[in-house]
């Protein structure tokens, strides 16, 4: 009866237990309010915590400030981005930064010594071809190689050995390349990576452009370890840095904004050309093969005396007369006029009548001369040509600028010419798109651009071409022999 009564009772406490009692919401109960208000206040947390909710409060702020300017601008890009200031921390942070990035950069290329142990693997590890005699490998060498180099100079020459550099070279029936083209490659390669490195050191503002002080001192910079200039006399140092700098600026600057691009300089011809003079010459070479390398020292030489020899007023710059007797005279007077008209800068102080061609300008006319088959020549040349502005060239310029060329012809005790069958040889060798008109790509395209420059503006020109046939001949014959 006892426990009947007992189990019926605790039965019906147990369900009045188990019946779900009445939470009150957190914002009622008085510690969450106080924890909240407490929290909020920021009284109750460290340091680290609330330099965290003070930089997404500003980074919130920066977010919608961006946000209305998008909005404003509608859908325009931004497309100029301020240079910090100098000493500012942005301006320190970036320098260190750039920095650090290089310096991580030069220690990933390798060494002369590297280089060395490379090409000692290559060696060791190839076979010879029996037909031609020349030192291949197979892909499974080439992986053997790769083995070796990097445990005997370390992981940073497995780039190198990437199944993509291998299907690069020229294979013959085996399947196997020669390892010279495969080593010239990784010296090429770690070459133009230490130039990309030097340079980007100079770059001050870090544009990935040179301006022309920059350039120099990258030249200078070089020239001790070149080995045909170490003996350059140490006043003439100056003199060649401007000289060499022009003819980067020449060719990797073609809109004249006062700054080259160093992609663009590491892919040009002419620093292949500087780097030329690291090789020390054997054989005795002669002042002509000398002359044809612009930055030889005899080529710089050469132009300095040139210059020297027609400012017959020692006053740094030349009139246009002065510039009349460049190349023995044989320049016409209109092609003359027009450079000056086009290239050179008015001065600032002196009359209508006081312009003249400084040093910088100079370098950029004989550069345009010397490569009158490059584009860049070409366009330089161009623009005098182009006597009314119109970006082409019609019968009747062609006319006006031969005018002059035939009557040098004349005077130097040649035949008499028909101009209107010179005009129409150039018009055959041209073929331009328009028959009315020659412009800058119909000389382009021709790939005699060159020859027609020089049959306009030089007697000589003309007469190298109208004598092509003989001088042709003459070449032949010493190789007969």
């Given amino acids: 009866m006892y426990s009947g009564s007992s189990d019926g009772e605790g039965s019906g406490g147990h369900e009045a237990a188990a019946a779900p009692k009445k939470i009150p919401s ?42 209305q300017k998008n909005a404003q601008a509608g859908l325009i890009p ?43 693997c290559l060696r060791e590890n190839c076979v010879i071809d029996d037909a031609t ?21 370390g992981p940073k020459c497995r780039r190198f050995f990437s199944p993509s550099n291998f299907m690069k070279f020229e294979k013959d029936e085996s399947g196997r390349i020669a390892i010279l083209p495969f080593y010239l490659y990784v010296m090429r390669t770690v070459s133009l990576t230490q130039a990309r490195i030097d340079m980007s050191e100079l770059d001050e503002d870090s544009d990935g452009f040179l301006q022309p002080h920059e350039m120099e001192a990258y030249i200078r910079g070089l020239i001790p370890n070149l080995a045909q200039l170490r003996d350059m006399p140490a006043a003439f140092v100056q003199m060649y840095c401007r000289i060499a700098v022009r003819k980067f600026f020449f060719f990797c600057d073609p809109h004249r904004r006062g700054k080259a691009d160093i992609k ?21 070479v002669t002042d002509t093969e000398q002359a044809e390398n612009w930055f030889s020292l005899t080529s710089a030489q050469r132009i300095c005396d040139m210059f020297l ?22 320049l016409t007077e209109i092609f003359i006029e027009r450079v000056f008209d086009e290239h050179v800068r008015r001065s600032k102080t002196g009359g209508g009548n006081s312009r003249e061609m400084d040093f910088e300008s100079f370098l950029d006319f004989v550069l345009a001369l010397e490569n009158k ?27 006006t600028l031969f005018r002059d060329v ?76």
């Fill in 26 to 67: 957190a914002s009622s109960m008085p510690w969450v309010r106080n924890l909240r208000r407490f929290v909020g206040s920021g009284a109750g947390l460290g340091s680290e915590a609330l330099m965290e909710l003070e930089t997404k409060r500003i980074l919130l702020e920066i977010f919608k400030e961006r946000q």
């Fill in 78 to 120: 931004s497309f100029y981005k301020k240079k910090p200031e100098e000493g500012s921390i942005s301006h320190r942070v970036q320098r260190l930064a750039k920095y650090r990035f290089l310096k991580k950069q030069s220690e990933l290329l390798l060494n002369a010594d590297d280089l060395d142990a490379m090409w000692v």
């Fill in 133 to 153: 005699g020349a030192e291949k490998m197979n892909y499974e060498d080439f992986c053997h190689i790769a083995s070796l180099c990097t445990e005997q100079i």
């Fill in 264 to 284: 663009k300089v590491l892919l040009s011809n002419c620093l292949q050309e500087l780097m030329e003079l690291h090789q020390e010459s054997e054989e005795e």
């Fill in 309 to 330: 020899a027609l400012d017959k007023d020692k006053n740094g710059t030349l009139s246009k007369q002065e510039l009349k007797e460049y190349a023995d005279g044989t």
């Fill in 373 to 399: 088959d490059a584009p860049e020549g070409l366009t330089y040349l161009f623009r005098c040509l182009d006597l009314q502005g119109r970006g082409y060239l019609t019968t009747a310029d062609v006319h």
């Fill in 406 to 481: 035939h009557q040098k012809w004349i005077e130097g005790g040649n035949y008499e010419l028909c101009i209107e069958d010179v005009r129409d040889e150039i018009w055959d060798m041209v073929k331009p798109v328009d028959p009315l008109r020659v412009t800058l790509a119909d000389l382009l395209a021709c790939k005699q651009g060159g020859t027609v420059a020089s049959m306009l503006i030089d007697v000589r020109g003309f007469w190298a071409h109208d004598n092509r046939e003989n001088l042709l001949q003459e070449e032949e014959e010493p190789e007969e022999e």
